[in-house]
């Protein structure tokens, strides 16, 4: 069956640091680019940061770009967003998506979803 599953969300202050989870089953997941996406309460959804299938590119977002830090491990078939300094804007829902290659920071092509997980930052 092929998914990703995110895990690691939750709620924090602001400063904070989670670890957002993306396992990857039922697909060649050393072949594909691996991106983060969000989406706030009434925003579109936008894209965050995303790792090529090797593991030796990735970009960001400017809104995250020194806070966040994506990266993978294609022997668990997962990948990892470490989000530092959290901020309340930074309050979403968080998805990750295998697709074909990264722009930039964001990933295209995209052929599988996660189901999304909620991030919330508030004092």
């Known amino acids: 069956q092929l998914q990703l599953v995110e895990s690691g969300g939750g709620f924090v202050q602001p400063g904070g640091s989670l670890r957002l989870s993306c396992a990857a089953s039922?697909?060649?997941?050393?072949?594909?680019?691996i991106g983060w996406f969000r989406q706030a309460p009434g925003k579109e959804r936008e894209g965050v940061s995303c790792?090529?299938?090797?593991?030796?590119?990735?970009n960001y977002a400017d809104s995250v770009k020194g806070r966040f830090t994506i990266s993978r491990d294609n022997a668990k078939s997962t990948v990892y967003l470490q989000m530092d300094s959290l901020k309340p804007e930074d309050t979403a829902v968080y998805y990750c998506?295998?697709?074909?290659?990264?722009?930039?920071?964001?990933?295209?092509?995209?052929?599988?979803w996660g189901q999304g997980i909620q991030v919330t930052v508030s004092s």
């Open positions: 998506a295998a697709g074909d290659y990264c722009s930039g920071h964001v990933c295209d092509g995209v052929r599988y």
């Open positions: 039922g697909f060649t997941f050393n072949y594909v680019a």
């Open positions: 790792i090529r299938s090797s593991g030796g590119s990735t």
